[in-house]
């Protein structure tokens, strides 16, 4: 498989942006987003989602655009839309099925088609694949072929780049594999680690997210154990940080596009396959309280007067996670 | 409170050896054990518990019995026995009980009593110091003191041993504290954090295990959906860990006298308090379900034939864990 010519990035989110960019460095590239108004915004330089300065914005070489027929004569497709959950806290994959729709009306014979939003293993290939198929009338590792590189893009941390980290790549073919590596190796200083397949590749992003969720909801549990055993869970924590294996949680609210999100991925599948995901489910349940928990014991020690609530986002520097779920 | 003068520690396992060994370096000791065997084996410089070499015994200052009455004239007493599960999962005090009322049989006024024995928070107050003061006459509090230091041994392992590790102490009173810090700091290079009460001291080291628990238990629930899915948990694993805050564990079964043990003492007062614990038992389930998984596994990978398991116990160098829970 030669060397990509023209890669297309679909959805110019925090994820998609600042890889767009990265790969404008090296290859010819297309960014697209079906937001004409986030398009509009980038092509003056803003990024609201704070990821990419202004300057770099400025100068990058890629294509930005909201008209999708731009994208047609890409050989590589790199898909970073949302995957959210729905009311019900079941995976809402919307927005990577109108993707690979939208692909399968631009794609040529030869092409790859990566995904990096954050699903559960088998949905590249059960489900998108299968949706490129349909649109395009090309055969599914035939004609067109699929791959999965989870995004790694931590809101507003300024060391764990795009530029920066271990990129987790898996190919539908070995040949699909080795252009994966050359792509993604041309961006980052940190390597590349190959997969053993793609449902592999999206298990093991799947699963970073949920042991983080866990590992605070174990700290909100016993808080709220604490809490009424009259102690405090501060004070516990910093005797328990003094033994060299402790790992360092403190309790407080789950929010964002991710851990809070992810779990639900990996818990659809697994009662799919009529496993009951038991651990996962309960830090959902725990860590979902929290704001119950803390909204009542304010409303227990301030029973009258107005609270002004400061730090409503996920991060400081992140307005994208602006909005709690 | 004047240094101690003679310390008595009672119950010489493998977490009371090492720490009476290292303590008969800095104070006159009395170690007492109930079991005239293993006084008999450590009096004959044999530890079966692998904890302390053989040269190590023979050259302690110590005096090892199995009499009680040896600890008459105790400034402190430290008491390390075990604190297992009964049949149904629930907190088995006998020992720290009893050692109490042995105890209370010889105090003197002024004594302090500390316990190491993993327990949760409140056993030492509301258990222990009762248990002590209605056998021998004293008031807790005024003529006798408790303290809380939870062990950390670590068995087998040679590097975080109690002459290295950080003591977690917390006194009764401010002047119970000093004493222990001075105890516990001539015999420790880790140095001493004082915890803010003996509940915090007890919630900390309860919490400490629990915490491994729970991650082994997130690991060994998506071990279980990624066979249902057919991929591989540890090449999962293997790409997960490229990611920087991945925390490394490993699926497997959960023995011994302390991770599989102490969840249930800290679910056990949470539900006395009214609060379900949902992680810390998923995470007790699902551990102790994983037995039967590896076991299920084998029995339909070899439907007929002999299976010779290897490396029974807990570990390498722990022949005390070598009987399963």
Not at 51 to 61: F, K, M, Q
Not at 114 to 126: K, L, M, N, R
Not at 132 to 156: H, K, M, Q, V
Not at 205 to 231: L, M, P, S, W, Y
């Amino acid at each position: 498989m030669p060397t990509p010519q023209r890669i297309a990035v679909v959805g110019l989110g925090y994820v998609g942006l600042p890889l767009a960019v990265v790969l404008a460095h090296h290859f010819a590239v297309v960014g697209y987003d079906r937001d004409a108004g986030r398009v509009a915004e980038l092509r003056d330089g803003g990024d609201r989602t704070g990821e990419v300065d202004s300057a770099t914005l400025r100068a990058t070489t890629m294509e930005i655009t909201a008209d999708a027929k731009a994208m047609a004569g890409a050989d590589v497709f790199i898909v970073t839309v949302p995957t959210p959950v729905d009311a019900n806290n079941e995976p809402d994959l919307t927005a990577v099925r109108g993707a690979s729709r939208t692909i399968g009306g631009f794609i040529a014979k030869g092409a790859v088609v990566v995904f990096e939003s954050t699903v559960y293993p088998g949905v590249t290939e059960d489900i998108c694949g299968p949706e490129i198929a349909a649109a395009s009338g090309l055969r599914c590792g035939e004609d067109f072929f699929l791959g999965y590189s989870p995004e790694r893009i931590n809101p507003g941390d300024r060391e764990h780049t795009v530029d920066r980290i271990t990129k987790v790549i898996a190919g539908q073919t070995p040949v699909v594999t080795e252009m994966l590596k050359e792509l993604y190796g041309a961006v980052t200083s940190g390597g590349v680690f190959v997969a053993r397949d793609i449902k592999t590749a999206e298990a093991a992003k799947v699963i970073e997210n949920a042991q983080r969720d866990i590992n605070i909801a174990f700290i909100n549990e016993v808080t709220c154990i604490f809490h009424k055993i009259g102690i405090s869970a501060h004070d516990v924590l910093d005797a328990s940080m003094t033994k060299w294996n402790f790992l360092n949680f403190r309790p407080g609210l789950v929010g964002g596009h991710c851990i809070g999100v992810d779990p639900f991925y990996l818990a659809h599948r697994a009662k799919e396959l009529g496993h009951e995901p038991e651990i996962i489910l309960a830090g959902r349940r725990i860590n979902d309280a929290m704001g119950g928990f803390v909204a009542d014991e304010i409303a227990r020690r301030l029973p009258s007067g107005r609270v002004l609530v400061l730090g409503i986002t996920l991060r400081r520097t992140c307005p994208t996670c602006a909005t709690p779920r």
